[in-house]
Structure formats: structure tokens, C-alpha cells
Nanobody
């Protein structure tokens, strides 16, 4: 099994920054790719970013490029999501997730492991 624990969420003013962390433990080899998703009230869960543990390949949602970046620390089995120039529309619960392959990384389908989520609230 794989356990994912997110942290770093909170309340921030528009224009501010936050860095989310996701610590992965357990059978980490089962999660070849790590992703971040978010879900706002009344909306579907949407892709934010993903990264490969081995190659460092990254994918960022087109609408978030330039503001959000994803990185990983293999030694700490931790994935980070750096969010800059935050906007009120970024308000959501952010989830970390892991999947065993690199196919279809922008969809929730195929992600076998999910964290409990961390709330990000951006005030105007």
C-alpha cells in the first residue's frame, strides 16, 4: 500500500504564494507518477500537474502554466506544488495522487492512491 499525506494549504490573499507538499510512504515503487488535482465546491476534480519520479518529466495544466510548478525530492519521497500569483478561482481542495504508469496522467482515472486533500483558500 501507499500512503500520501498533503500539507501546506491555508488562507492566502490574491497574489500570494503557497507551496504544497505530499509525502509518500509505503510501497512507493507502485507510484511511478505523482499528480496534483484540485476540486472546488460544486465542480469536478481537475488536473493541476504531474511528475515522474524517475525522469522528472512534468506536465502542468495549460491554464496554470507560468504560475504553478511541480517538483520532487526523491530522497524524501516528497512531491511539491509551488503556486504563485494565486487567484480566488484557485480556491479548492488540492489532492495528491499516485499512479503506476505514465499513460493518461491528466485524468483522475488510473490514479490508484489519493491523499486526504488540503484546503487552499485565496481571498480577494
Amino acid at each position: 500500500q501507499v500512503q500520501l499525506v498533503e500539507s501546506g494549504g491555508g488562507l492566502v490573499q490574491a497574489g500570494g504564494s503557497l507551496r504544497l507538499s505530499c509525502v509518500v510512504s509505503g510501497r512507493t515503487s507502485s507510484s511511478v507518477v505523482m499528480g496534483w488535482f484540485r476540486q472546488a465546491p460544486g465542480k469536478e476534480r481537475e488536473f493541476v500537474a504531474a511528475i515522474s519520479w524517475s525522469s522528472g518529466y512534468t506536465s502542468i495544466a495549460e491554464s496554470l502554466k507560468g504560475r504553478f510548478t511541480i517538483s520532487r525530492d526523491n530522497a524524501k519521497t516528497t512531491v511539491y506544488l509551488q503556486m504563485n500569483s494565486l487567484k480566488p478561482e484557485d480556491t479548492a481542495v488540492y489532492y495528491c495522487a499516485g499512479r503506476p504508469n505514465i499513460v493518461g496522467i491528466t485524468t483522475t482515472r488510473g490514479y490508484n492512491y489519493w491523499g486526504q486533500g488540503t484546503q487552499v483558500t485565496v481571498s480577494s
